[in-house]
């Protein structure tokens, strides 16, 4: 299993999906397909649906594990969405799981307006001063915790230059979009170290299953449950800020991470709104 050999199987998957024709897809007996944390049948929801793929394309892989992973967009009736791919396949390059999150805004629950898709050159070049698999999934973890019931401790390391960029809209060192979300106005470790998530309750089902060596890539997903119960809350500043949260719901979420030099240096995420607290249908296969 090589980089090259990944690739290809992507390129047919997205060839066929454009096609609307799933038959093309070389699929395992028995493969696992999932669109949007619902399992499908092979060729229901999207296949049905797409008009073509997006410009933005985004391709990484992990060949110990034999997965490739691809954020981009696809176009459908409504709207252009965000999208998020991840194929596991097996010796004979047969397809054994598709998991797929596409951000419907029309259907997301949270809008983000004018999206770009631009970061594709930060995140496809090789890593600098690669550290180990163990220790990229260490500190994708470690954002994951600092996320959850953030009170300004950082469990991970950011790069000073660390961007987010979410559902195509950065969302960190953006003043255009800080005139919405005032944070966004601040860095990775600045919005955390000033405790501004505190209504996010559980980072939950995590999961770290794509990881490219190679390009410093950790390709992870997860929930985000929001109770919706806190009001008010103080950031590490000593201001009282109200919650923008007041219902319970979970975000599924796609997150890319790029380490570079033993820190996060970009972040990449997809997600959605889903019933709160909603399983996932991976967690017991």
Not at 15 to 38: D, F, I
Not at 102 to 121: A, H, L, M
Request: aromatic share 10%; hydrophobic share 40%; net charge negative.
């Amino acid at each position: 299993m090589n980089r090259t050999a990944l690739y290809g199987v992507l390129d047919g998957f997205l060839a066929a999906l454009a096609a609307k024709n799933a038959a093309r897809v070389p699929w395992a007996k028995g493969a696992h397909v999932s669109e949007n944390n619902v399992m499908l049948e092979i060729g229901d929801g999207v296949w049905n649906t797409i008009q073509r793929i997006g410009d933005y394309q985004l391709r990484f892989a992990d060949v110990s594990t034999g997965q490739v992973g691809y954020f981009g967009t696809i176009h459908e009736a409504i709207e252009e969405s965000a999208f998020t791919l991840r194929l596991r396949v097996n010796d004979r390059l047969e397809v054994t799981e598709c998991e797929m999150c596409i951000v419907r805004q029309s259907d997301s629950g949270i809008k983000f307006e004018n999206p770009r898709y631009w970061t594709k050159p930060i995140l496809e070049a090789n890593a600098v001063a690669p550290v180990s698999r163990a220790e990229m999934v260490k500190l994708s973890n470690g954002y994951f915790d600092t996320l959850q019931l953030n009170d300004g401790t950082l469990h991970t390391k950011f790069h000073p230059d660390c961007n987010r960029v979410e559902n195509g809209v950065q969302t960190t060192h953006n003043p255009e979009f800080a005139k919405i979300v005032p944070v966004s106005a601040l860095g990775c470790e600045e919005q955390f170290k000033m405790g501004n998530y505190r209504y996010d309750d559980a980072l939950r089902a995590r999961r770290f299953p794509l990881v490219d060596e190679e390009r410093g890539l950790v390709l992870a997903f997860g929930f985000i449950d929001h109770s919706g119960k806190l009001d008010r809350y103080q950031l590490t500043d000593g201001r009282w800020v109200n919650s923008p949260v007041r219902r319970p719901h979970s975000f599924y979420i796609s997150e890319l991470f790029k380490v570079d030099h033993g820190m996060l240096c970009q972040i990449e995420a997809n997600f959605i709104t889903v019933p709160y607290r909603m399983p996932s249908p991976w967690d017991n296969l």
